[in-house]
């Protein structure tokens, strides 16, 4: 019985029925009123009406009146429920993407389990954060993704500079990850030309956010239509409205502006924001303060993670928001950020530049530290060395990709991250599967 409940296909069927159990007992107390009414007129019929003999046999009556009334009884459920099903098959077939082999219960299952999914926050940038957020999206509906908006290389550069825009290469690459629209548009989404006079190098995702952004009036308003056309799960927000520069001081004492220039130079020591007093977004603020969940991370330490945390207003809101906050350490090292750098090492110099506020509960580390990495990636596995930083509690689990061992896997970490806030909750049902988990058990 056990083994059964935590059937993710029985987890389902149940789920779906229990929503839907009110209205089908209506309909059956109305289809039993009404056969009451046949029935009645039926019995005069029946009396007062001489039959042809071969309707003995059509009616069953060699057979005892019990066994009659429960044939036909099964008979009239497996009607109504096979007319229901089709009923319902009709009214949805509008919602069912035609590329996508989705079942009525996987339709109404998801959007139920999804929106009652817990309120996660996830900051960062880059690749990191998109990669997380493709695990997270899985679990729940409720992700407020906040993305720094620093980068300064590549198209989102050029578009900043050409037209005046806040980059938007970081929140293209989050809509894409937490996009449930057709794969399609997600590859189109994130489609680069390679040539081309003046569009060689630039995504068909920054040209649609900064052509949104003139058709919408301001960059936060063609972020949150770009996500309602691409079916986001979730919202996306930058975690300020106003254009920021960020700076490094290196270790031999230079100042270098911009995160490209950072990533070439290498060797840094101290990030700082220009201007340093710029405000946060207020949306992002009102997410942070409403999470259960504070992901922090993963992503390049220097110039994705700590942009946002440098933020006041964002800093502030996770000192004093109740929720559950995770700080997801880098699996591997950065060349120039982050060189011999350990678990220890990456949380102590996030403190550092917080001066000392904005807590975590958890630090989450990859486990998986076997592996000799290539000697021209300049990077190594980062090892775990204490399993208490101050006043963190070191969690330990596998989350690195196989296949590129300096980055984090989807499904791993939210599978660790998702496992980490139901047991601080000490929630005693079975843990939710995530719906590529379900969909191999056959569900649907």
Not at 59 to 73: A, D
Request: hydrophobic share 40%.
């Amino acid at each position: 019985m056990r083994g059964l409940i935590r059937d993710p296909s029985f987890i389902k069927w149940f789920y779906f029925g229990m929503h839907i159990k009110r209205w089908l007992l209506l309909l059956l107390i109305g289809v039993a009123v009404m056969g009451l009414g046949f029935g009645y007129f039926l019995r005069e019929v029946y009396v007062s009406y001489t039959f042809p003999a071969f309707m003995y046999y059509v009616t069953l009556q060699f057979l005892p009146r019990i066994f009659r009334g429960i044939l036909f009884v099964c008979a009239a459920f497996g009607l109504i429920g096979f007319s229901v099903w089709k009923l319902n098959s009709s009214l949805l077939s509008a919602f069912i993407k035609p590329e996508r082999n989705e079942s009525i219960v996987d339709i109404i299952y998801n959007h139920r389990y999804l929106r009652r999914g817990p309120k996660i926050v996830a900051i960062g940038g880059g690749t990191g954060l998109s990669t997380l957020l493709r695990g997270l999206k899985e679990y729940t509906g409720n992700i407020t993704a906040i993305v720094s908006i620093a980068d300064d290389g590549g198209s989102s550069g050029r578009l900043q500079r050409e037209l005046g825009v806040l980059p938007p290469g970081d929140i293209r690459k989050n809509i894409a990850a937490l996009a449930d629209a057709e794969p399609l548009m997600s590859r189109l989404f994130e489609y680069r030309f390679e040539e081309g006079e003046g569009l060689g190098g630039h995504s068909f995702g920054n040209l649609f956010i900064v052509a949104m952004t003139e058709v919408a009036g301001n960059f936060e308003e063609a972020v949150r239509e770009t996500s309602r056309v691409l079916a986001v799960r979730g919202q996306i927000l930058p975690a300020t409205l106003s254009a920021l520069t960020i700076c490094a001081r290196t270790e031999d004492g230079q100042v270098v502006r911009g995160e490209s220039s950072i990533t070439e130079h290498g060797h840094v020591k101290e990030i700082f924001l220009d201007p340093p007093t710029i405000q946060a977004n207020p949306d992002a603020i009102r997410a942070i303060l409403q999470a259960d969940l504070i992901v922090c991370g993963p992503g390049s330490l220097m110039t994705s993670v700590l942009p946002n945390m440098l933020v006041e207003g964002i800093r502030r809101a996770i000192e004093v928001s109740p929720a559950l906050k995770i700080y997801v350490c880098n699996v591997a090292t950065q060349h120039g950020e982050t060189d011999d750098f350990r678990v220890s090492d990456h949380y102590k110099t996030l403190k550092e530049h917080l001066k000392g506020n904005a807590s975590f509960d958890v630090v989450l580390a990859n486990s998986n530290t076997d592996a000799v990495l290539p000697e021209e990636w300049h990077s190594q596995p980062v090892k775990v060395d204490e399993l208490t930083l101050n006043g963190a509690r070191v969690a330990k689990a596998d989350v690195v990709d196989e296949q590129h061992r300096y980055r984090h896997d989807s499904k791993k970490l939210a599978d660790a991250l998702i496992r980490l806030y139901y047991e601080r909750n000490q929630v005693s049902e079975p843990e939710p599967k995530p719906l590529a988990e379900r969909e191999h058990a056959g569900v649907g």
